[in-house]
């Protein structure tokens, strides 16, 4: 088991590799490493309300989503090459099988076109998990643009309650690597 735990981190060591080759704007607040750390952190979150969602495929769309930007502007390109680097990632495939990876992927090709109705629950919380970090810019939320959370019982306003407390300084890599794994039995 330890080494089973290990080898693991180590592929997920691997994935924030290949996410950081190329990554014109890691550094950058906008759109860079800590924004992904804090849209896996999301994704941790809304898989507290949903535990049918894989909390590995959240955590490593938080982590791809924006690795391919070119700029913090309009950039309409960059799910789809954020999407070619997941599909292309073997050790994604080894974390969250084949079909956990087509579903980053898929997640990733289309986060930034606003769709509401994703072709799955798991997609709809990746886009939520994104989105929901808009509070870093001071927008109001709509619970119309988003796929799982909604005003219903307060899981928008709850969920974007914590981002906004936790998008300058989210969790390390480490600590959100270990999250999904050890609660994430189903990947």
């Known amino acids: 088991m330890i080494l089973r735990g290990a080898a693991r981190l180590q592929d997920w060591e691997r ?8 990554a014109v704007l890691a550094h950058e607040p906008m759109h860079g490493e800590r924004h992904w750390r804090a849209v896996a952190w999301a994704g941790l979150r809304i898989s507290e309300l949903r535990p049918d969602l894989s909390r590995i495929i959240l955590v490593a769309f938080g982590l791809l989503h924006d690795c391919r930007r070119e700029t913090d502007d309009w950039d309409p390109d960059h799910g789809a ?7 292309r990632s073997r050790p994604l495939k080894r974390l969250a099988g084949v ?14 076109r606003g769709l ?4 799955s629950a798991q ?3 990746c886009w939520d998990a994104d989105r929901v970090n808009l509070v870093r810019l001071g927008f109001s939320l709509d619970p119309r643009y988003f796929s799982i959370l909604s005003r219903e019982g307060g899981t928008l306003d709850a969920v974007a309650a914590q981002t906004r407390l936790i998008v300058r300084d989210p969790p390390a890599w480490p600590d959100l690597f270990m999250a999904a794994d050890t609660i994430d039995q189903g990947a």
């Not at 509401?116 to 072709?119: F, K, L, R």
């Open 15 to 22: 994935l924030l590799t290949e996410a950081r080759d190329g």
């Open 116 to 119: 509401i109705t994703p072709a």
């Open 81 to 87: 090459r954020a999407a070619r680097v997941a599909l």
């Open 99 to 112: 079909e956990g990876r087509e579903l980053v992927a898929e997640a990733c090709r289309l986060h930034e």
């Open 123 to 125: 997609i709809g919380a």
